[in-house]
């Protein structure tokens, strides 16, 4: 049997090169080289157990494969870094200020300009988009939360109610009014509804104010808008779709009167 025949047989024993190399008196380049030309097998053997070796492959999320791409496309690398960081803040003009190191006068133009250059525009889609399918989100899931905000209830929240109770006096006798009827006080209560039993995704804020439990819900009239916006966009006109008791001319007039 050939040298390189039984330095294979060690090394599918476990053996590693250096102790394969010290055992023949050959070179470590050596022991490789046999390893390339004549070892076939890919398979090492450890107390009598045959182990193959896996190479592990790691499989990218879809936002750094879409970083990966960003390199390859045809932006300087200035508007690449402007791409990751109006990504990341969703401010044009800062991000130009961050990547440019320029001024706020300078930046609040350019930022914008960069905004209308179409192979910007089209990276921003496609990183977001990546983004949305990392995080498992996509536009129905967004319309299913403008939908819990436009149908919200401050009735879901908090329990309330009235209740009446005499004015009595010092001694506890009732007062009577001047036609001899008992004086009755109107009272309200206002309480919180357990917590287990509330979906809180409509709520905003709650607290105790100084006059009792104060619940803030998202702005329905928004949510709402934005939710009209989209299934006029989506599923308006172009599919001869109407929404009932849409009002586009006078949502229009309401949104001018807001901004």
Excluded: C
Excluded at 155 to 168: A, E, H
Excluded at 219 to 243: P, S
């Amino acid at each position: 049997m050939k040298k390189y025949e039984e330095a294979e047989q060690d090394y599918l024993a476990g053996s590693k090169y250096q102790d394969i190399a010290d055992k023949y008196d050959v070179s470590l380049s050596t022991v490789k080289q046999w390893k390339r030309r004549y070892w076939k097998s890919d398979s090492v053997t450890t107390d009598k157990k045959v182990t193959k070796k896996v190479t592990k492959v790691t499989q990218k999320k879809p936002t750094e494969k879409a970083i990966d791409e960003l390199s390859d496309s045809e932006l300087t690398d200035k508007q690449k870094s402007f791409v990751l960081e109006f990504l990341r803040i969703s401010n044009a003009t800062q991000a130009y200020i961050n990547v440019y190191d320029s001024t706020y006068r300078t930046a609040k133009t350019n930022g914008s300009v960069l905004l209308t250059n179409t192979n910007i525009q089209n990276e921003i889609k496609r990183l977001r988009k990546a983004k949305l399918q990392e995080l498992g989100v996509d536009a129905f899931d967004l319309m299913e939360d403008m939908v819990i905000e436009a149908r919200a209830d401050i009735g879901d929240f908090i329990d309330f109610g009235k209740y009446d109770m005499l004015n009595v006096d010092f001694d506890g006798d009732v007062k009577l009014d001047t036609e001899d009827n008992p004086e009755v006080f109107h009272k309200s209560w206002l309480q919180f509804k357990d917590k287990d039993k509330l979906d809180t995704k409509p709520i905003k804020s709650m607290r105790i104010g100084k006059d009792g439990p104060v619940v803030e819900l998202h702005d329905r009239n928004k949510a709402r808008q934005a939710l009209l916006e989209y299934l006029n966009k989506n599923i308006g006109d172009g599919d001869n779709v109407q929404i009932i008791g849409f009002d586009r001319r006078k949502a229009n007039a309401e949104r001018s009167e807001t901004s």
